[in-house]
């Protein structure tokens, strides 16, 4: 098993672009979450699927941002019109249902310039 | 408030040092995860428990459920030990998401 993984690892767009985000889990993982993490800070829950349904979303995740995991394997995050508030790392990361330890991917770097 | 509290913020130590990491929280949880992250951004989860202590190699990983607090211990601490070392908890109340510290940055000199 190669891991959890992101794609892409870096990315570097203007303000007001739209960007996707695609984050590929450990196959047999049933969950699989999303979390944001600012320079300095840890990381923030953003969203959670099990299997293709979405569970869970953070109050974070404004109407700028949608998550999919249309067939229950990967998933992506989209943002849409970026700010400058959006650049962060982005972190996908997936677990069975028990015992829920998380397994994270390296990220994908967003600079919103 | 954070709901989940860290000490040090950062810690400065040298090779073969034994090291203390603090994580307090404030609600009720389920599980305690403890977290490396290695300049670069990628996160290793290092334990996952719920009461008592668990060792892993040099790593060595304690909870106090009635106290709601937690200790990660590094002994003889080496530099490739140097990496952000995060608490995270799994609330009773939030599913399987986790809640962050902010992190504790660890460098170990030679």
């Known amino acids: 098993d190669t891991g959890v993984s992101q794609d892409p690892r870096h990315k570097i767009t203007k303000r007001g672009q739209n960007v996707t985000f695609r984050c590929d889990p450990i196959?047999?993982?049933?969950?699989l979450y999303w979390y944001r993490q600012t320079l300095g800070q840890g990381p923030e829950f953003l969203t959670y699927?099990?299997?293709?349904?979405?569970?869970?979303k953070s109050r974070l995740l404004s109407d700028r941002f949608s998550a999919e995991r249309p067939k229950g394997s990967f998933s992506t995050l989209e943002i849409q019109r970026t700010e400058q508030g959006d650049s962060a790392m982005y972190l996908c990361?997936?677990?069975?249902?028990?015992?829920?330890?998380?397994?994270f991917g390296p990220g994908t770097r967003l600079t919103v310039t | 408030k954070n709901e989940v509290e860290q000490s040090p913020q950062n810690l400065t130590a040298q090779e073969g040092e034994f090291i203390t990491i603090n994580c307090s929280y404030s609600?009720?949880?389920?599980?305690l995860h403890w977290l490396q992250q290695h300049p670069g951004g990628g996160i290793v989860s290092l334990f996952m428990?719920?009461?008592g202590k668990k060792k892993h190699g040099r790593l060595i990983a304690t909870i106090n459920i009635q106290e709601k607090h937690s200790s990660l211990h590094i002994t003889a601490s080496h530099p490739r030990d140097s990496a952000v070392y995060i608490c995270?908890?799994?609330?009773?109340?939030?599913?399987?998401?986790?809640?962050f510290g902010e992190g504790t940055q660890l460098t170990v000199n030679p």
């Open positions: 196959s047999e993982h049933n969950r």
């Open positions: 990361a997936s677990s069975l249902a028990t015992p829920y330890e998380q397994y």
């Open positions: 428990l719920s009461s």
């Open positions: 995270a908890v799994r609330l009773r109340t939030s599913g399987s998401r986790l809640t």
């Open positions: 609600v009720g949880i389920s599980a």
């Open positions: 699927f099990q299997n293709e349904a979405q569970l869970e």
